[in-house]
């Protein structure tokens, strides 16, 4: 399964907002509305809209090809701030952005450039693939015999180039014939565990339960999971990360049970500019999403509400940091400067 291709010199993206009803592809020659497909999370998923983002560029400098070298130059400065700006929270957009950018300074930020751009966004793409393989492959050494698995959000195929991060560990452990029940959060208010993770894990006839967010204490309790494994929009240096809404409950309670308790990740996700989570941006979403499920009016439109889209999970609730270079353990900031610094 794959939510991101470029063909014929133009992005295709599987239209998110209506999974798991309709599978319905939409195709982007401006990069404009690129960055209003991540933000309407249309795309979703932090390496997925790196990704987008890294094709969105390469849009631009199409459409800026034929202008003069000065005015090409200060046309992408501006066409990366248009991607920069639709979501702040997932580092590997401007983590793919900062690389698209040093692709065109190293061919002298020309027009004639538009060939390595697209070249390195593909590259970018090819890589995430290869990353949550090798994320699958070091995840599933950490997953018991039968396990029964808990996830939150998706951190699938759709959320990345292809594979997934969470489910790349869960598809390859599966493979392996250790996972005998995924329980999948349904993750309100936009249901990607709902939507999304039970489309990939039915689709991949991989066994899967799915339960509303407020009944994973309850399934903790009652010792039905084994393990806890989710994903991350940025990691800090000390392994603080920011994940999905509820993640810091599910890690509280993952904690208080004594259930290992991972996330999963490419190194493009890691922000070691940033001391630990306080330094996260955690983006805020309309308050729409709260009262309406799908447009459908579920809470008078007078209440206040709160949206923030991810929290922040401290690292001392980790158990371990599944990464593309090997599982990463206590002393965190140490082991992540080792890997990554
Ligand atoms: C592999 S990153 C997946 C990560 O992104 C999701 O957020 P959103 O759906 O808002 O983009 C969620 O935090 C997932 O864990």
Not at 20 to 34: Q, T
Not at 40 to 69: N, Q, T, W
Not at 192 to 211: H, K, M, N, S
Request: net charge negative; aromatic share 8%; with cysteine.
């Amino acid at each position: 399964m794959e939510a991101i291709q470029w063909k014929a010199n133009s992005l295709y993206l599987l239209d998110q907002t209506k999974l798991p009803v309709e599978e319905v592809w939409l195709e982007f020659s401006d990069y404009r509305a690129v960055a209003g497909a991540i933000a309407a999370m249309v795309v979703r998923g932090a390496p997925a809209i790196g990704v987008s983002a890294a094709y969105g560029y390469c849009l631009a400098a199409m459409e800026y090809r034929s202008l003069s070298p000065a005015a090409f130059q200060s046309n992408m400065a501006l066409a990366k701030g248009v991607l920069a700006a639709s979501r702040p929270t997932a580092v590997n957009l401007f983590w793919a952005l900062d690389r698209m950018e040093r692709c065109l300074s190293a061919h002298g930020n020309s027009p004639d450039a538009v060939p390595a751009l697209i070249a390195q966004a593909r590259a970018i793409h090819a890589e995430d693939v290869e990353m949550n393989h090798a994320i699958g492959a070091h995840g599933a050494a950490v997953v018991p015999e039968h396990a029964r698995v808990l996830t939150h959000c998706n951190a699938g195929s759709l959320a990345t180039g292809g594979y997934g991060t969470v489910l790349g560990v869960i598809r390859s452990a599966f493979a392996q014939g250790k996972v005998d029940m995924v329980y999948a959060d349904e993750t309100r208010p936009l249901l990607q565990g709902a939507r999304l993770t039970a489309y990939e894990l039915v689709r991949d006839g991989i066994p899967a339960t799915l339960i509303a967010d407020n009944m994973a204490a309850f399934l903790m309790a009652r010792g039905k999971i084994d393990m806890v494994i989710l994903g991350c929009d940025r990691m800090a240096a000390n392994g603080d990360f920011a994940n999905k809404i509820g993640t810091y409950s599910v890690a509280v309670n993952a904690h208080h049970h004594g259930i290992p308790f991972y996330t999963a990740l490419p190194s493009s996700t890691i922000d070691l500019s940033i001391p630990d989570g306080g330094g996260i941006p955690i983006e805020e979403r309309p308050g729409s999403e709260i009262t309406h499920v799908f447009g459908v009016q579920t809470a008078p439109l007078e209440v206040g509400t709160y949206n923030p889209a991810f929290d922040v999970t401290p690292h001392t609730l980790l158990t371990g940091i599944v990464t593309e270079k090997g599982v990463v353990y206590p002393p965190f900031q140490e082991n992540l400067a080792k890997l990554f610094g």
